[in-house]
């Protein structure tokens, strides 16, 4: 890298290519604006001549929030040499998911890095845990549409979720991620959510878009309840696994009929990909606690256990329950 000189680069009489070379992503610069509106552009942004423009290597942010003048350093450099440098200029501010994303895109596609190259320098450079397969994982979030990689960028998407929506298209991708900002699930049931989507797609030969407008699902989006996102995602639940309904209304009934002396519930597995159940009984002293002991011993004697676990592995129920 060569210095050449400090400039003043006036807004309305020089060309100024701000976007080519700089990666920032839905990057916010209010604070930005408000500090240089108050004292102005303090340390001068690096450009370079390029094609008969000044290329702006680092201080976009303060180009565009700058005034009609912005002072700069001219320096000349590769264009290699020029994203490294744009790289470590903004270190300190540090990188979204995203603009990492593209960092590593234009490493690999533009200057033919190797992946383990690449792995290594942004491990070193960046803070990256170590390995080609999260280099390979960052390259591909960059095919997401725009409002997933937004999402992606303001870090309410990590990448590994992210990732599952490459599966769906861009417009059910779309979907998914407005349903999600709107959900605000915890990243575990994001991720549960999206996996569960992607199945029932697959299974039942559908789209998001047919899924979204099952008249149960839609009046849970529309309503008002402060609960309405932990009901569409057992509602999610139940239609990857509809006999895991059955198997609650059987278990309630059998509860029933047994004198159950506490609550008790049957749910799918937690972990959703394993197709298993949760029974789960809340007792509030010890003799509650015998008699669920007791009643749930009689279950086992009449094989209905053994049957709701027939249902969660997908065989034929027993017609003889109630």
Request: glycine share 4%; net charge negative.
């Amino acid at each position: 890298m060569l210095h050449l000189q400090y400039l003043l680069l006036d807004r309305t009489k020089d060309q100024v290519d701000h976007l080519t070379l700089p990666v920032s992503f839905h990057r916010d610069r209010s604070s930005l604006y408000h500090s240089i509106q108050e004292v102005g552009v303090i340390t001068p942004i690096l450009v370079r001549k390029y094609h008969e423009k000044w290329q702006i290597i680092s201080g976009q942010g303060r180009w565009e929030c700058g005034g009609s003048q912005v002072p700069g350093l001219e320096i000349q450099c590769s264009d290699e040499e020029a994203l490294l440098i744009h790289v470590h200029e903004n270190l300190a501010r540090g990188f979204n998911p995203v603009e990492i994303s593209r960092i590593l895109s234009r490493l690999h596609h533009e200057f033919a890095w190797t992946l383990p190259k690449i792995s290594a320098w942004a491990h070193q450079t960046l803070g990256l845990a170590t390995g080609i397969k999260l280099v390979q994982d960052h390259l591909a979030i960059l095919q997401l549409p725009e409002p997933a990689l937004v999402w992606a960028a303001q870090e309410n998407i990590p990448l590994r979720n992210a990732l599952i929506l490459l599966d769906f298209q861009s417009n059910e991708a779309i979907a998914l991620v407005e349903l999600c900002q709107k959900a605000r699930w915890s990243l575990n049931k994001q991720r549960e959510i999206l996996a569960l989507f992607w199945e029932i797609r697959q299974r039942d030969h559908t789209t998001i878009q047919e899924i979204l407008q099952i008249s149960e699902i839609q009046a849970m989006i529309q309503s008002a309840s402060t609960s309405w996102a932990e009901e569409l995602r057992k509602k999610i639940q139940q239609l990857k696994n509809p006999d895991s309904v059955l198997a609650y209304e059987q278990f309630t009934g059998l509860a029933n009929r047994v004198n159950w002396p506490c609550a008790g519930s049957i749910s799918p597995s937690p972990n959703f990909e394993q197709d298993s159940i949760q029974v789960q009984f809340s007792v509030q002293n010890p003799a509650q606690f015998a008699q669920a002991v007791d009643r749930l011993q009689k279950l086992y004697q009449e094989k209905t256990v053994d049957q709701l676990f027939d249902i969660a592995k997908g065989k034929p129920l027993d017609e003889n329950i109630h």
